[in-house]
């Protein structure tokens, strides 16, 4: 009995480990387990639009008015052609060099882009050019609102010897009536007039075509109700255009361009060599009263006020948030009011130049000083 107990151990011993191979090889054929990666993270969520902007956000505001139906009429139309050919034309100037489209160049949103631009004789202007569209629905014209009626602010800068030097209106009239084209064009624009060619009424033919010089954007489509005219980040823009103070001043039709208001009211302007209306007799309003100007077009037309003393559209919303509110922008808010105020950038512009009628052997040649 003991020797076949004996006997039986090698066998449960060889059953024993063929058990132990058999589960070896069977793990061995099992695949591995997969790989474990984390879960992706969920995505971050999109900011929240802004909120519709009421129509109680905008009562200070309102679109562009529409341009005159100059083309309503024949004496109308001709009045308006004979005001563009007459803006174009240098022969209006002292020395046949400067034309009112030499400084407000029409194709680039009413102004040249120059600090001070270059009149009569290579002289610098001594104050920065403003645009000229929309400077029909101004009230007082030029930085320091001397002029009250367009046609008193065309006849300023064609006198003035730092703009067009224009000798007198003699000058001009003998000017004008030498070129046989120019009197047809008048004769039509003013029917019935004894002497149809006359300064005042080529001041009245140019302030007729720049009454026409109404140029809308996509804010003025917005006002008018189309949500989509403007981005959401544009329609942020003009909520802190509004939370900063700046609607204050800049409202209206024209975004600006209706009011005379101190420059420097929180904090000193840095320039005070031009004292704005202060240099004017009598004027009023005191030193450092400037026009607010019209914000139409602003991000197209620096360098920006009276002393272009900012080169950015970012800078001089910094400077009149500083100077005249007492504010110090970061750079998110500066960004934000700067997208919006690209929003009043005119659509189209007026930009095809007439041709000019010929000068005759009659025309008086260009005056040199």
């Known amino acids: 009995m003991i020797a076949e107990s004996i006997m039986k151990v090698p066998r449960l011993l060889i059953l024993f480990l063929a058990c132990v191979?058999?589960?070896?090889?069977?793990?061995?054929?099992?695949?591995?387990?997969?790989?474990?990666?984390p879960l992706p993270a969920p995505p971050?969520?999109?900011?929240?639009?802004?909120?519709?902007?009421?129509?109680?956000?905008?009562?200070?505001?309102?679109?562009?008015?529409?341009?005159?139906?100059?083309?309503?009429s024949e004496t109308s139309r001709a009045k308006v052609e004979?005001?563009?050919?007459?803006?174009?034309?240098?022969?209006?100037?002292?020395?046949?060099?400067t034309s009112c489209n030499k400084c407000h160049l029409l194709a680039t949103y009413g102004t040249d882009g120059s600090a001070f631009s270059v009149g009569h004789g290579g002289k610098p202007a001594h104050r920065n050019t403003p645009s000229i569209y929309g400077a029909s629905l101004v009230p007082r014209l030029f930085?320091?609102?001397?002029?009250?009626?367009?046609?008193?602010?065309?006849?300023?800068?064609?006198e003035d010897p730092s703009l067009m030097g224009s000798p007198g209106n003699a000058r001009?009239?003998?000017?004008?009536?030498?070129?046989?084209?120019?009197?047809r064009q008048f004769a039509g624009a003013f029917p019935g007039a004894k002497q149809p060619v006359t300064a005042a009424n080529a001041m009245e033919a140019i302030g007729s075509f720049v009454r026409i010089l109404v140029a809308p954007s996509r804010w003025d489509?917005?006002?008018?109700?189309?949500?989509?005219?403007?981005?959401?980040?544009?329609?942020?823009?003009?909520?802190?255009?509004?939370?900063?103070?700046?609607?204050?001043?800049?409202?209206?039709?024209?975004?600006g361009g209706d009011s005379l208001r101190p420059l420097g009211k929180a904090r000193p302007w840095p320039n005070q060599s031009d004292k704005g209306r202060g240099h004017?007799?009598?004027?009023?309003?005191?030193?450092?009263?400037?026009?607010?100007?019209?914000?139409?077009?602003?991000?197209r037309t620096g360098p920006y006020f009276h002393d272009a003393s900012a080169r950015s559209l970012s800078e001089a919303v910094r400077l009149m948030a500083s100077h005249q509110l007492g504010k110090d922008l970061d750079d998110e808010?500066?960004?934000?009011?700067?997208?919006?105020?690209?929003?009043?950038?005119?659509?189209?512009?007026e930009d095809t130049p007439p041709e000019l009628p010929p000068s005759t052997l009659g025309t008086p040649k260009p005056l040199r000083r």
């Not at 009421?54 to 139906?69: G, I, K, Q, R, V």
């Not at 004008?176 to 009197?183: D, E, F």
């Not at 917005?222 to 909520?239: N, V």
């Not at 004027?283 to 602003?298: C, E, H, I, Q, W």
Request: glycine share 8%; proline share 9%; aromatic share 8%.
């Open 44 to 72: 971050p969520e999109a900011a929240a639009p802004p909120a519709p902007i009421a129509p109680s956000e905008l009562t200070a505001f309102a679109p562009l008015p529409a341009a005159p139906d100059w083309r309503g």
């Open 21 to 37: 191979a058999a589960v070896s090889c069977r793990k061995k054929e099992e695949p591995p387990p997969p790989e474990t990666f």
């Open 143 to 158: 930085w320091d609102g001397r002029a009250e009626t367009l046609e008193a602010a065309i006849a300023l800068s064609l």
């Open 172 to 183: 001009v009239e003998t000017t004008l009536r030498s070129i046989p084209n120019y009197a």
């Open 280 to 299: 004017i007799t009598d004027a009023g309003g005191g030193d450092m009263t400037f026009r607010v100007p019209s914000l139409r077009n602003v991000s």
């Open 82 to 97: 004979l005001g563009r050919a007459l803006f174009h034309d240098k022969r209006l100037s002292f020395g046949h060099d």
């Open 221 to 255: 489509r917005f006002l008018q109700g189309d949500e989509s005219a403007l981005t959401d980040a544009q329609k942020a823009g003009f909520r802190a255009f509004v939370e900063t103070g700046c609607a204050d001043c800049h409202a209206g039709p024209l975004v």
């Open 333 to 349: 808010t500066v960004r934000s009011i700067s997208g919006w105020l690209d929003s009043l950038t005119a659509l189209s512009l």
